[in-house]
């Protein structure tokens, strides 16, 4: 494709804990259906988090948002209905009914993912459960 496609940030619904499942469902059924020009990016936001069992530390990545991925695309042509059809997915987040998803704001895309590179790098949070 000569033409540059306009990509903006969206927001995905997806079932709770299924979050990565259904980011590499989306990067393989927009490959597959020859669509990998619209999407850039699937990103599910996580936190580093250390508990502490039986006395030992352990290293574990949690969902910052459980239920949302983020994707960056053009949902031109039949990209929105990829997405919808893949299973475990809800929807778009601000869709209007019948209409198209409304992409986040510039604001609200440099605060998101000003969270995540906050995320990745802290793991001083140290959750220990009771």
């Known amino acids: 494709m000569s033409e540059v496609l306009e990509k903006k940030w969206y927001v995905v619904r997806a079932v709770s804990g299924q979050e990565n499942k259904i980011k590499g469902y989306i990067e393989s059924e927009v490959e597959r259906h020859g669509f990998a020009d619209y999407l850039e990016e699937v990103l599910v936001p996580t936190e580093k988090v250390v508990q502490i069992r039986n006395g030992k530390k352990i290293n574990k990545e949690r969902v910052y948002f459980p239920g949302y991925i983020m994707i960056k695309a053009n949902l031109g042509g039949e990209m929105i209905h990829i997405i919808r059809s893949i299973t475990n997915v809800i929807g778009f987040l601000g869709e209007t009914k019948g209409g198209d998803p409304v ?5 609200e895309v440099n605060r998101m993912l000003g969270k995540v590179d906050e995320l990745a ?3 001083d949070s140290v959750a220990i459960p009771f």
């Open 103 to 107: 992409p986040l704001r510039k604001a």
């Open 121 to 123: 790098i802290n793991t």
